[in-house]
């Protein structure tokens, strides 16, 4: 029961950490690089469907990436909807790919994103700590009905601690390497 419990946990700490790395990599650098193009969406015959999808996004060079659509009639839909998105990027359109440049970062910039990044660290560090809590929920609720003996929940609780610090430190470490990515000009 209590390794149900702990396998749980840790299933669910992992899962923030998958979470925590979508975050990342939807906050741009200013390197090119396919993942920030994740989020796009494309209406593709009445659809929202993801741009990976409709399209094969590649690395051109450092700063820039190449769009090709696979059908090219979407190659003007395609572009729209990079422009709409809340990624500040200004694609154009060169026959049937499209190039979509990433723009220098200001320092500002540059610290309104290590910001975000220490938000969604925190969100990750807080998801957990909730798995956690949960777990030692669940140990006290076997001590409750005896179906542990306390040590058996101390030895329970001891074990998700040493589980949610190695987790933590995992999200902390994840955040020093984004930061370190979003301060390199």
């Known amino acids: 029961m209590i390794n149900e419990i702990k396998s749980d946990a840790e299933k669910r700490m992992k899962k923030s ?6 975050a990342f990599n939807k ?6 690089h396919p993942a920030i193009l994740d ?10 469907t993801p741009l990976k ?3 094969a996004v590649n690395v051109e060079d450092s700063r820039t990436l190449v769009v090709a659509p696979w059908e090219k009639n979407l ?4 572009e729209k909807a990079i ?7 200004n694609p154009s359109t060169n026959g049937d790919v499209i190039r ?8 500002e910039t540059r610290r309104e994103m290590v910001k975000q990044a220490k938000a969604d660290a925190e969100h990750g560090r807080v998801s957990v700590r909730n798995a956690r809590r949960d777990a030692n929920n669940d140990l006290k609720e076997l001590l409750k009905e005896k179906e542990i003996s306390e040590d058996d929940q101390r030895r329970g609780e001891d074990e998700i601690q040493k589980l949610t610090d190695r987790y933590i430190a995992e999200v902390d470490k994840m955040l020093k390497a984004k930061e370190e990515d979003l301060m390199e000009v």
């Open 53 to 55: 999808q409709v399209a």
């Open 27 to 32: 906050i741009r650098t200013g390197r090119a």
């Open 17 to 22: 950490l998958e979470a925590l790395g979508s």
């Open 100 to 107: 979509v440049p990433m723009p220098m970062l200001t320092e």
């Open 83 to 89: 422009m709409s998105s809340d990624l500040g990027l």
């Open 39 to 48: 989020s796009v969406m494309v209406n593709y015959y009445g659809q929202d």
């Open 75 to 78: 190659t003007p839909t395609i």
